[in-house]
């Protein structure tokens, strides 16, 4: 394994990689000195490290508090791996809900299967990750509504109805307008007159 560092990356170049190897890449991750305040997960096969900002908090909480209108505390996770398909794929979203009756697999973690919701805030370094592979990955998994919001531009990306790992309908709102869930599994709306750009 090689492990070499550029900007908020770090690149894990490996020769036939297989699912087994995803859990020893992060137990690896795990001893490294990861800068507290950053976030970490694996896309694809190699791991990438974003920091936390206030703004990309904020929207974060924003989502987490408008969700405990529907969900029990419980449901509602951040930063937490989940394995998802199309090859090493153990990501952190931002905001993920499971489906009620949810259990954990054998390992302790949650299985994607069980997603019904992901919101992911983008951050500069790792957006292309969020419109890219995890949009495939979470299609690819059936999780039914993803949620991308982009503070850059002061808009969110809202993909449903997923099919043959890719989604069909796909939307785009403004800040300041809400984002319609109410037809999907969520049944809610998100408000967004709160999200600030940048």
């Known amino acids: 394994m090689t492990i070499t560092e550029s900007d ?5 170049e490996m020769a036939d990689i297989d699912e087994s190897r995803l859990d020893e890449m ?32 904020d929207i974060i909480a924003g989502i987490y508090d408008q969700l405990r209108a529907k ?13 998802y398909p199309g090859g090493l794929n153990g990501l952190c979203s931002d905001v993920t809900v499971v489906k009620d009756g949810a259990t954990k697999s054998s390992k302790g973690r949650w299985t994607c299967e069980d997603v019904e919701f992901v919101a992911e805030v983008i ?19 059936g999780v039914p509504v993803y949620l991308v919001v982009d503070p850059y531009v002061g808009k969110c990306h809202l993909y449903t109805l997923p099919k043959e790992g890719e989604y069909t309908n796909d939307l785009t709102v403004t800040f300041g307008m809400p984002v319609d869930l109410t037809t ?6 998100i408000t967004t007159d709160e999200f600030e750009r940048g």
């Open 8 to 12: 908020c990356r770090i690149e894990i």
């Open 26 to 57: 992060f137990e690896r991750l795990e001893r490294m000195p990861v800068p507290e305040g950053y976030k970490a997960e694996i896309v694809e096969g190699t791991v990438y490290t974003s920091p936390q900002r206030d703004n990309h908090w």
């Open 123 to 141: 951050s500069k370094d790792t957006a292309r990750n969020d419109y890219g592979p995890k949009l495939t990955a979470y299609a690819t998994a």
């Open 71 to 83: 969900y029990p505390r419980k449901r509602i996770k951040s930063d937490v791996r989940i394995d």
């Open 184 to 189: 999907t599994d969520v049944g809610l709306e």
